[in-house]
């Protein structure tokens, strides 16, 4: 059985800025190739024999249809880009929803990650340490109780022996 994905950004911060720098990169070498080809063009075509603005507007005019098909590329390689962090993101966006879980003292369930995604060592690694934990009654308490304790700790005065 598999199972999909229902929302396609699981981790916004990190997919969104993997995206911008997936179309930052783009807009980098797209303006290289801009440049590249008049260049090229006037090196080994044109020569030296036209100015190089005139090489700039012939050479654009004839590339027209490779610039309009690699504009209709950036959408899809951000989709892909989104699509494919998801087998790094959902893994470790699972683990920290179960470690706020067992944080908040809620009983263990073991993280099963899907099929495709990476990181299936982390789980078994995770899984195994809770179980272990589990084994020596050694369940985490809640941070609440943690909290409480330290401040009852704090509070506590010094007792002089003697």
Known sequence: MRYHRKQQ??????QLRMAAGMALHWVLYFLFILLAIPVWQMLTVSGFSKPFSVVVVESWAHMTPV???LATLLPIFIWESI???NRFVGPIYRLRTTMRALNAGEPFEPIRFRKRDFWHDVAEEFNTLMERLERQGSDPEPAELRTETRKEQETLEPVAVG
């Open 9 to 14: 950004l699981i981790d916004k911060p990190v």
């Open 67 to 69: 610039f309009l098909f």
């Open 83 to 85: 699509k494919f962090s």
